[in-house]
T-cell receptor, first 117, second 113 residues
Framework: DTGVSQDPRHKITKRGQNVTFRCDPI?????LYWYRQTLGQGPEFLTY????????KSRLLSDRFSAERPKGSFSTLEIQRTEQGDSAMYLC???????????????FGPGTRLTVT | QKEVEQDPGPLSVPEGAIVSLNCTYS??????FMWYRQYSRKGPELLMY????GNKEDGRFTAQVDKSSKYISLFIRDSQPSDSATYLC?????????????FGSGTQLTVLP
């Protein structure tokens, strides 16, 4: 299966520690997105890359969050000095290089569930 | 007012029932709408995509957009226990080069065998 993959699937960390998540998009998808989802809510947008360029950042993405996509393929999301409020599912999605309305379709990975104790 | 409002349910129906899931949106400029299905502890799975208004059908699923009332619906015919999941509606960006999707909070559906 060549869907979006994320690693790790689960992460438990202590408050104040740094964590890093990885996302591998569907091959040949040039757009990559990060979302955060808490229990009982829909995903909330964090940031978006087209190739290696980070083109959008949500105000949810505080200074403790940083995302990279250095070669336009996989992406990492780092959270520094984690807080209990960071506990959530972190979802990655990708979309293909196509024009028109269907360019907005996004395909999600399984997510990384973060628990901050 | 949230941009996309969705009744959280939970909604429980018997197998074989027709299910109607609904969302409302706030800005008439929105044109792109999607429905995602999310099983417990999994990522959302794209079910259907609609552009502007009207109906779109795919097997047992029909998506409908009513721009006059700013209402989007997903109908599931002959519902199956395997349809038990949370259903998320989402709208695409309203303009420009923005790409983010804005989601409703999801409706939890259980189809009873």
């Amino acid at each position: 299966d060549t869907g979006v993959s994320q690693d790790p699937r689960h992460k438990i960390t202590k408050r104040g520690q740094n964590v890093t998540f990885r996302c591998d998009p569907i091959s040949e998808h040039n757009r990559l997105y990060w979302y955060r989802q808490t229990l009982g809510q829909g995903p909330e947008f964090l940031t978006y890359f087209q190739n290696e360029a980070q083109l959008e950042k949500s105000r949810l993405l505080s200074d403790r969050f940083s995302a990279e996509r250095p070669k336009g393929s996989f992406s990492t999301l780092e959270i520094q000095r984690t807080e209990q409020g960071d506990s959530a599912m972190y979802l990655c999605a990708s979309s293909p290089r196509r024009g028109g309305p269907r360019s907005y379709e996004q395909y999600f990975g399984p997510g990384t569930r973060l628990t901050v104790t | 007012q949230k941009e996309v409002e969705q009744d959280p349910g939970p909604l429980s129906v018997p197998e074989g029932a027709i299910v109607s899931l609904n969302c409302t949106y706030s800005n008439s400029a929105f044109q792109y709408f999607m429905w995602y299905r999310q099983y417990s502890r999994k990522g959302p799975e794209l079910l259907m995509y609609t552009y502007s208004s009207g109906n779109k059908e795919d097997g047992r699923f029909t998506a409908q957009v009513d721009k006059s009332s700013k209402y989007i619906s997903l109908f599931i015919r002959d519902s199956q226990p395997s349809d038990s999941a949370t259903y998320l509606c989402a709208r695409g960006p309203s303009s420009g080069s923005a790409r983010q999707l804005t989601f409703g909070s999801g409706t939890q559906l259980t189809v009873l065998p």
